[in-house]
């Protein structure tokens, strides 16, 4: 069962209400004063939820949590879910901060419920701070012109998606996608209706993603498709999957009907594999691809 959506809520022109407390013994401050300092250590703001669930365990035990803020596309459940929820919109003013759900086997009295929301306001502000350092971040690690990830959130994604594949044993696959003749669309058409071709092929990769993959411009006329638990068969059939649509893709631009295709390299993570050999090896394959008339997809030998 879950409650009505509560809003809690903080005027950012006063910032008393951030330190009321349910009651006013030297233990329970002690205890508020402890999230205070934990929820100023980071600003990563699925690190905080981590903090304030750990630090409300002190005072509402729970069995789980789960944070969802659409706008920044994060979706962050820890611990196990329940029958009885309790769910509370985040805003400071007309400023929204997301989504915070408590979750356990037994309901919450209420009691319960009124320190939940007094002890979530001490998360609005330094949740605030974090969700404005994220949106910077990202903005730092998107390509300009196409919308995507640039090169440096590759590097970044690929060491933590390695990390991620060894510690929960799942498959990782790398795709490497280039626009065929790339060069003689700008040559023959101009930079500008190059720059529209760049933006098409994009947004047909990303139609034929999962939500769970990711995609970066590497450079130029490359792009780099991470698929986490994805072996070598489903990453082949993802990559083909995109260039059926790229070549089928009506691109116009500027008046003009351009003819797009591409070609892609696979690679799958082996063991021994480090980010450079797993992207290297992906390389090699769309080299193969190009140097067999382009227009394909072509897996690493390994992967065969």
Not at 106 to 126: I, Q
């Amino acid at each position: 069962m879950a409650t009505p959506l509560s809003h809690i809520e903080a005027d950012s022109g006063d910032a008393s209400n951030l330190y009321r407390v349910a009651g006013t013994s030297a233990a329970t401050m002690q205890l508020a004063l402890g999230l205070s300092r934990a929820l100023q250590t980071s600003l990563d703001p699925t690190r905080l939820v981590d903090l304030f669930s750990d630090h409300m365990q002190g005072f509402v035990s729970h069995d789980g949590m789960l944070y969802r803020n659409d706008a920044l596309d994060i979706q962050h459940r820890l611990g196990g879910q329940g029958r009885h929820r309790c769910t509370y919109s985040l805003n400071i003013g007309d400023e929204p901060l997301g989504e915070l759900v408590f979750c356990r086997g037994r309901k919450f009295s209420a009691a319960e419920t009124a320190l939940m929301e007094d002890y979530l306001c001490y998360l609005l502000y330094p949740l605030r701070n974090a969700l404005l350092y994220q949106t910077a971040l990202n903005m730092a690690q998107k390509d300009p012109l196409t919308g995507v990830y640039n090169r440096g959130a590759m590097d970044e994604a690929l060491r933590r998606e390695i990390g991620f594949s060894r510690r929960q044993s799942c498959s990782l696959s790398l795709v490497i996608l280039d626009i065929d003749l790339f060069k003689s669309i700008n040559d023959d058409y101009g930079h500008i209706i190059g720059d529209c071709v760049l933006k098409a092929v994009a947004n047909s990769i990303q139609n034929c993603m999962r939500s769970a993959d990711q995609l970066f411009r590497y450079g130029g006329e490359e792009f780099v498709v991470l698929m986490r638990d994805t072996d070598a068969k489903g990453a082949c059939l993802l990559a083909e999957r995109i260039r059926k649509a790229v070549e089928s893709l009506p691109c116009h631009c500027s008046g003009a009907d351009i003819p797009v295709t591409i070609s892609a390299g696979v690679s799958t993570l082996v063991e021994q594999d480090t980010p450079l050999a797993l992207f290297d090896q992906a390389d090699q394959a769309l080299y193969l691809a190009k140097q067999e008339g382009r227009n394909q997809v072509r897996c690493a030998s390994k992967d065969l």
